[in-house]
């Protein structure tokens, strides 16, 4: 199975900003699917398809790309490792609490 591209990458690949993607997925250019019900994905032969197509409008505008790239990271590792990282927390701070009590 391909791997399945991010709104970020989309963006990137087309040259348009990630409110743009958003929008083509709202007029139907452009089909997402949800994972774990939250966050939009794209088969990337479709986002060539449209590019070849030449569909959109891309602008070349800078964005604040970076910071909506790691934070949408950011909200996919809380996503799927949240249990993980909450047991990490948990299991720092009864240790700290077991070594302080010493």
């Given at each position: 199975?391909?791997?399945?591209?991010?709104?970020?990458?989309?963006?990137?690949?087309?040259?348009?900003?990630?409110?743009?993607?958003?929008?083509?997925?709202r007029?139907?250019?452009?089909?997402?699917?949800?994972?774990?019900?939250?966050?939009?994905?794209?088969?990337?032969?479709?986002?060539?398809?449209?590019?070849?197509?030449?569909?959109?409008?891309p602008?070349?505008?800078?964005t604040?790309?970076?910071?909506?790239?790691?934070?949408?990271?950011?909200?996919?590792?809380w996503?799927?490792?949240?249990?993980?990282?909450?047991?990490?927390?948990?299991?720092?701070?009864?240790?700290?609490?077991l070594?302080?009590?010493?």
């Amino acid at each position: 199975m391909e791997k399945l591209w991010t709104t970020s990458e989309v963006a990137r690949f087309l040259g348009i900003q990630d409110a743009q993607v958003d929008q083509l997925v709202r007029d139907g250019k452009l089909t997402g699917y949800k994972l774990g019900g939250q966050f939009l994905r794209f088969r990337p032969d479709q986002v060539k398809e449209l590019q070849s197509q030449g569909a959109f409008a891309p602008q070349h505008a800078r964005t604040v790309g970076r910071t909506l790239e790691w934070r949408h990271r950011l909200q996919d590792l809380w996503y799927f490792y949240d249990f993980y990282v909450l047991s990490f927390v948990l299991l720092a701070v009864l240790v700290i609490y077991l070594v302080s009590t010493s």
